[in-house]
């Protein structure tokens, strides 16, 4: 079966970071494209940051573009986020997703497989 962990949330200060994990199983990693989104509370799930499965591209929503930063390494079976100048806004639970196409989408439902989510919260 195919699993997506994510793992490396947690409390930390504005202006602060974090690096997010997401580590794959059950699926041929690096034939997929990976996206991270996260959802707050009373808000829908929203596109974060994509990594593509050919050539690495990427993309970054505007609200994160110049702070975060996403990228795999396939040996691992792992995609990585790293937050750093991260603001209350960014508080949510971050999900790692998986995509067969070959194009990076957006669109939460374009994506097949889902992990747990970890939280991350941003104290003012």
């Known amino acids: 079966d195919v699993q997506l962990q994510a793992s490396g949330g947690g409390l930390v200060q504005a202006g602060g970071s974090l690096r997010l994990s997401c580590t794959a199983s059950?699926?041929?990693?690096?034939?997929?494209?990976i996206g991270w989104f996260r959802q707050a509370p009373g808000k829908e799930r929203e596109v974060v940051s994509c990594i593509a499965s050919t050539d690495g591209s990427t993309y970054s929503a505007d609200s994160v573009n110049g702070r975060f930063t996403i990228s795999r390494d396939n040996a691992k079976n792992t995609v990585y986020l790293q937050m750093n100048s991260l603001k209350a806004e960014d508080t949510a639970v971050y999900y790692c997703a998986a995509s067969a196409r070959l194009v990076l989408d957006t669109r939460p439902d374009l994506y097949g497989y889902w992990g747990q989510g970890t939280e991350v919260t941003v104290s003012s």
């Open positions: 059950g699926i041929t990693f690096d034939d997929y494209a």
